[in-house]
């Protein structure tokens, strides 16, 4: 080439090699953001991913600049941004991965973390003040790491092989809840694709016998696939087109799609633009009223857990879930809340109106006895008029047969007639008598 500077076979290698890597992470950060979107731990991987794929340029830029000057600069700032990518991969698994097993130690958390803050901050400071303690010396063929570089990378290999021999020091079968798979396999995973690259590279930075170049791709290489294999492990459940595929026909409801752990991953178009809701990461589906931005009142009725939203409209909705599941094991669940306002109401106006039916009933069963009661005083008052009437007529008559009597008082079969007249009134009064009582026999048993 004319631009002064011979490319070796070697360098052009280097080349190749950083420039696929460079895509790999690209891609990865790419995958993440589409994966992993509102995720916490899934931004800190996205930042860890940003600081190796800055080291990656950098150094590719190294290998093809002419000047050595800005050379320099460019293996000083890969170096210093490599350092900072693995104290905030050691900060993640400090945060994600061993408070899953000692968030009750909360000394040794604190301990850890701020020892990264301590050796990030002096390091990098007395790095910035003195620049040879970072590179001692520097050509396009030839590189020293400096006293500071050296230790801050032991440092952070001691922190590794820390964190991950108590890993393995727990029982195997403590498995990790918030991932898949249980702490000694993890564990082996850091130690291969992390802690044993990293040795090989604090060989090659103090000793010299190992050549850095080479061990520096192959640290790059470990740790990109590290990252991947830890991103795909902790990301959440992804909601594929299939799952959408099953809520399409409820775009006009409130849908909310959470990950097992209870983490808003999807949320519809209704629920954004709506302001019952409030702007929250989770839901709780013991304390689900927690998510609307009124008061609302819970109610169990109609067979269906309804929700009364507090406002001017008083509005219903129904809560539904359905669960998500991967192989079998439940991911996450979809939880819709469909608008039920014009239903309920008029559910409730029939139910209103029912017990005002039952309630009229009630009051006409009790009228239609005083009318049948009614009915029946007339009745016995004509009977009673009508046994009246035959009993005038009878005593009438026997008025009649006494004047008569005392007309022929003289004849002898005076106490003959007398006997007729007697047995005359005991008939009428044995009429009247069971005249009576078959009437009150009738009437007396529809009363009962």
């Keep these: 080439m004319n631009d002064g500077r011979y490319y070796t076979a070697h360098q052009f290698l280097n080349i190749i090699a950083l420039t696929t890597l460079i895509i790999f992470v690209v891609i990865s950060i790419m995958l993440c953001l589409y994966k992993g979107s509102g995720n916490k731990g899934i931004k800190n991987i996205i930042f860890v991913y940003i600081g190796l794929a800055i080291v990656m340029i950098t150094r590719f830029i190294e290998e093809v600049i002419v000047s050595q000057s800005t050379a320099y600069v460019m293996r000083y700032v890969s170096s210093v941004v490599f350092v900072v990518v693995n104290y905030m991969l050691i900060y993640f698994l400090i945060k994600y991965v061993l408070k899953e097993f000692y968030k009750h130690n909360k000394i040794l958390m604190k301990i850890l973390k701020n020892m990264i803050y301590v050796v990030l901050f002096a390091g990098l400071t007395i790095g910035v003040l003195n620049k040879e303690l970072i590179i001692n010396s520097y050509s396009f063929f030839y590189i020293r790491f400096g006293f500071v570089y050296k230790h801050m990378i032991i440092i952070c290999l001691l922190l590794i092989l820390f964190i991950n021999t108590f890993l393995l020091l727990l029982s195997p079968n403590r498995d990790m809840k918030r991932f898949k798979f249980n702490n ?10 992390w802690g044993i690259p990293l040795i090989f590279y604090s060989i090659a930075i103090v000793t010299h016998r190992l050549n850095i170049y080479i061990v520096e791709l192959i640290m790059y290489l470990f740790l990109s696939i590290n990252l991947s294999v ?9 909601v594929t087109t299939p799952i959408f595929s099953n809520v399409k026909d409820l775009v006009l409801d409130y849908v909310f799609i959470i990950d097992a752990n209870g983490k808003i991953m999807y949320r519809n178009k209704r629920v954004e633009e709506s302001k019952i809701f409030k702007d929250i990461g989770s839901i709780h589906e013991e304390k689900i009223e927690e998510i609307f931005s009124k008061e609302v009142i819970k109610r169990n009725d109609y067979n269906k857990l309804l929700i009364k939203y507090i406002d001017q409209t008083n509005r219903y909705l129904s809560y539904n879930e359905k669960e998500i599941k991967n192989k079998g094991a439940v991911v996450g669940k979809i939880i819709t809340f469909i608008d039920r306002t014009a239903l309920i109401k008029m559910l409730d106006k029939l139910k209103e109106q029912q017990i005002e039916t039952e309630k009229t009933y009630r009051e006409l069963s009790h009228y239609s006895k005083i009318v049948y009661d009614l009915e029946k005083e007339k009745e016995i008052n004509a009977l009673l008029e009508e046994i009246a009437s035959t009993r005038e007529k009878s005593m009438e008559k026997l ?3 006494i004047e008569n009597l005392v007309e022929n008082s003289d004849d002898d079969p005076f106490i003959v007639d007398i006997e007729k007249i007697i047995q005359e009134a005991k008939k009428d009064l044995f009429d009247v008598r069971q005249a ?3 009437y009150m026999s009738y009437y007396g048993g529809q009363n009962d």
């Design 230 to 238: 830890v991103s795909n492990y902790f990301m959440p459940y992804r």
């Design 436 to 438: 009576v009582s078959a």
């Design 184 to 193: 000694r396999f993890f564990a082996t995973i850091q130690f291969f694709l």
């Design 399 to 401: 008025k009649e047969n």
